[in-house]
C-alpha cells in the first residue's frame, strides 16, 4: 500500500527540503515507522514518548483529522494524501 | 522591533531569532515572542503612556513592531460601568470592554496592526489570513491603508455582512467551500508554499501579542488596577491566553504591583471543545465539527484551547458554554440594558456571565470586566427575527394613538 504524505515547512530539514514524499504503509503508525526509516529523527519529532501524536500535530487522511477517524490505527488505502500539519490559531 | 529578543517555544524552550517562524521546528508547539523586560521598565511609566497616542499603540514598548506603523486607529476602546445589566445578573461591578468602537469594529484590529506592521518590516509585500470573519474585515482594511496586497480566506457560508466587510476593502477574498478548520488548514498548506505574511500562520507570533492591549487598556482604565475576573470569548482560545500575559507583564515592569485576576471563558455550545476539556478535568483538547450561530468562535480544533483551560484554572477562572438561544438572548440582554450591540461573540460572553454568575463562580462583589469584541452589525442575521418593528401604521396621528393605546 502506498501513501502521499505531504510533510510540513519545519519538517523539511528532515527531508532536504522534499514537500511530498510516497511511503508503503497501511495505518498512520505503519506511515510513521516508515518515515522514521527513511529519515531518522522523524518519530520524535511527531510523536511524543508515549507513541501518542504530538498535541500541536495535525494528522490529515484525506480531508479529515485522524482523532475524528481511528486515531493512529486509521488505515491509509492505497494512494491515499496524507498531510502533517502543525496547528495555528485564528480567527 | 522594539524591545524583542526573539522567539521561544513555548513547550521545549528552544529559541530562535525573531524571523517569521511560527511553530517549533522540533515539537511543533507554538512560539512566543521574548522581550527584554529590564529595558522596557526602563523606558515606560503610566505617564509615558498617558502622553502616548490615544491608541493600543500607547503601550508600543510592550507591542512588536518599529515605529513604522500599520496603523487604523485600533484600540483605547471604551470601557463602561455596567450597573444596569450588573442589576440584571446580581454583580455590583460590572463593566464592559466596548471593543466594537475598533475601526472595523471587532477586537482583531489590534491583532492586525501589529500583524501588519511586523509583516512589513520584514519586507513582505503580500499579507494573508484564514478568517471567521472578523479577521478578514481587519486585515482586508488595514492591507488597503498600508498599499499590501491581501489574501482573504473565509467559509463560503460566512455572513453577509462580514463578506461586504472585506471584499469592499478589495482584497482578492477567497470562499472556501468548508468549515473554518478546513479553511486553515488549506492555508497551512498554501503558507509552506507561498512567500506571504500569514498573519496567523507565520506572523502567528507576533500577531497574537496585540490581544495583550485589551489588557493593558483595561488596567490603564480603571486608574492602573487589575480587576478581579475577567470574561473572554474563547474561538482558537489565543485571547484568553493574551489576557493574562498582558497582565502578568504589566507587574514584570512594574506598572502595577500584582494581581490576582480570575479569567473565565465563553464558548457557544455547538463549538465547545475547550469548555467541555475544562468541564472534563483534562487539559487534552478533543477537535469537533461546529454547529453554532456563533461563527466568528467556530473553531473546532483550536490551537490555543490546551493553553487556555491551563490560563483559566490557575487563575481560578471557569470556562462554560451557551445553547444558541442563550446567545440570542445575550445580545438582547446587552442592548437592552446598556445599549451596546454586539456580534455573536458578544451574546456567547453575556449568557456564559449569566451562568456563571448563576452558578456562583462569579462573585456579587468582584469587579468584572466582560470583554464585547465585535459588533453586532456584522450578524444581524442571528437576531434579525427577534428585532422587528414594534407596529408597522399608516401615517395618521388617530391611528397611532389607537395602536399605542392597544399596546398599553
Keep these: ?43 520524535e519529532r511527531l510523536c511524543e514518548e508515549s507513541g501518542e501524536i504530538r ?37 | ?54 491608541s493600543m499603540w500607547r503601550f508600543a514598548p510592550l507591542l512588536p513592531g518599529g515605529e513604522n506603523r500599520v496603523d487604523l486607529g485600533a484600540g483605547m476602546t471604551p470601557l463602561v460601568r455596567a450597573p444596569r445589566l450588573g442589576a440584571e445578573l446580581g454583580l455590583r461591578d460590572l463593566w464592559l ?82 468549515t473554518y478548520d478546513d479553511v486553515n488548514r488549506l492555508c497551512s498548506e498554501i503558507a509552506g508554499e507561498f512567500e506571504w505574511a500569514f498573519v496567523n500562520v507565520n506572523i502567528r507570533p507576533y500577531y497574537a501579542e496585540g490581544s495583550k492591549s485589551l489588557a493593558f487598556e483595561v488596567v490603564e482604565q480603571l486608574g492602573w488596577q487589575a480587576p478581579d475576573h475577567v470574561v473572554v470569548p474563547i474561538a482558537s482560545g489565543s485571547l484568553l491566553t493574551k489576557i493574562r500575559r498582558g497582565l502578568d507583564e504589566l507587574v514584570r515592569v512594574g506598572l502595577i ?20 476539556a475544562f468541564k472534563s478535568g483534562t487539559d487534552h483538547i478533543r477537535p469537533v465539527k461546529p454547529q453554532t450561530i456563533a461563527k466568528s468562535l467556530a473553531i473546532g480544533n483550536p490551537a490555543d484551547g490546551y493553553y487556555a483551560v491551563k490560563a483559566a484554572r490557575e487563575t481560578g477562572g471557569a470556562i462554560d458554554d451557551v445553547s444558541d438561544e442563550e446567545v440570542v438572548e445575550g445580545i438582547r440582554l446587552l442592548a437592552r440594558t446598556e445599549g451596546i450591540f454586539a456580534e455573536t461573540a458578544g451574546g456567547v460572553v453575556i449568557a456564559t456571565l449569566k451562568r456563571l ?4 463562580v462569579v462573585h456579587p462583589e468582584e469587579r468584572t470586566v466582560a470583554l464585547i469584541t465585535g459588533d453586532g452589525l456584522k450578524t444581524i442575521e442571528a437576531v434579525a427575527s427577534a428585532a422587528v418593528p414594534t407596529m408597522t401604521i399608516k401615517p395618521r ?10 399596546k398599553e
Design chain 2, 97 to 178: 470592554k466596548n471593543d466594537t468602537a475598533n475601526p472595523t469594529h471587532s477586537f482583531k484590529d489590534r491583532v492586525v496592526s501589529v500583524a501588519l506592521t511586523v509583516a512589513r518590516e520584514f519586507g513582505y509585500t503580500t499579507v494573508a489570513c484564514a478568517s471567521t470573519g472578523n479577521l478578514a474585515n481587519a486585515v482586508a482594511a488595514h492591507a488597503a491603508a498600508a498599499g499590501l496586497e491581501a489574501y482573504v480566506f473565509i467559509p463560503a457560508d460566512l455572513e453577509a455582512g462580514k463578506v461586504v466587510a472585506t471584499a469592499i476593502y478589495g482584497p482578492r477574498l477567497i470562499a472556501v467551500k468548508g
Design chain 2, 1 to 54: 522591533m522594539g524591545a524583542v529578543l526573539g522567539l521561544r517555544c513555548r513547550e521545549c524552550s528552544r529559541e530562535y531569532p525573531a524571523e517569521p517562524l511560527h511553530v517549533c521546528e522540533f515539537c511543533f508547539a507554538p512560539l512566543e515572542v521574548v522581550y527584554d523586560y529590564d529595558a522596557i521598565a526602563s523606558q515606560i511609566s503610566h505617564a509615558s503612556i498617558a502622553a502616548g497616542p490615544r
Design chain 1, 55 to 91: 498535541r500541536f500535530v495535525n494528522v490529515f487522511v484525506g480531508d479529515e483529522d485522524i482523532r475524528f477517524l481511528q486515531g493512529l490505527d486509521t488505515p491509509l488505502p492505497d494512494g491515499t494524501q496524507v498531510s502533517i500539519i502543525p496547528a495555528v490559531a485564528g480567527g
Design chain 1, 1 to 43: 500500500m502506498s501513501a502521499s504524505v505531504r510533510i510540513p515547512t519545519p519538517l523539511r530539514t528532515l527531508t532536504k527540503g522534499v514537500s511530498e514524499v510516497n511511503v508503503d504503509a497501511s495505518t498512520v503508525r505503519d506511515m510513521i515507522d516508515a518515515l522514521e526509516k527513511e529519515f531518522p529523527g522523524a518519530r
Design chain 2, 257 to 276: 504591583d500584582g494581581h490576582s485576576t480570575r479569567i473565565s471563558g465563553a464558548q457557544a455550545t455547538g463549538c465547545s471543545p475547550v469548555a467541555a
Design chain 2, 357 to 360: 454568575c448563576d452558578a456562583g
Design chain 2, 397 to 406: 396621528l388617530e391611528e397611532f394613538a389607537a395602536r399605542v393605546k392597544e
